[in-house]
């Protein structure tokens, strides 16, 4: 089992920045790949980024938008996902999520086993 838990989020103006973080714990190092999803109210869980052990990295252009960097420290178990130039549209619960099995990013959240609880990321216009 594989236990996550995210940090980092809260209240950012319109073009602030934040930077959230997933650290994973039992049995960590046996994680392939790592990504973040959001979830807005209303709308389905999105997926905004992803990466490998090897540092292989998969965004989703639409919704970072060249604004997001994701990455990770393997000897911590840890993801980051720099957020900048952050619009009222990032407004979000945002998902660590993390997988043993796959071998390259997957945009789709069912094939990730494990889920953090989410951290909200609220921007002000």
């Known amino acids: 089992q594989v236990q996550l838990v995210e940090s980092g989020g809260g209240l950012v103006q319109a073009g602030g920045s934040l930077r959230l973080s997933c650290a994973a714990s039992?049995?960590?190092?046996?994680?392939?790949?790592m990504a973040w999803f959001r979830q807005a109210p209303g709308k389905e869980r999105e997926f905004v980024a992803g990466?490998?052990?090897?540092?292989?990295?998969?965004y989703d252009p639409d919704s970072v938008k060249g604004r997001f960097t994701i990455s990770r420290d393997n000897a911590k178990n840890t993801v980051y996902l720099q957020m900048s130039s952050l619009e009222p549209e990032d407004t979000a619960l945002y998902y660590c999520?993390?997988?043993?099995?796959?071998?390259?990013?997957?945009?789709?959240?069912?094939?990730?086993?494990?889920w953090g609880q989410g951290t909200q990321v609220t921007v002000s216009s």
């Open positions: 039992g049995r960590a190092s046996s994680v392939s790949i």
């Open positions: 990466i490998g052990r090897s540092g292989s990295t998969t």
């Open positions: 999520a993390a997988d043993q099995g796959l071998m390259y990013v997957s945009r789709l959240s069912n094939l990730y086993k494990y």
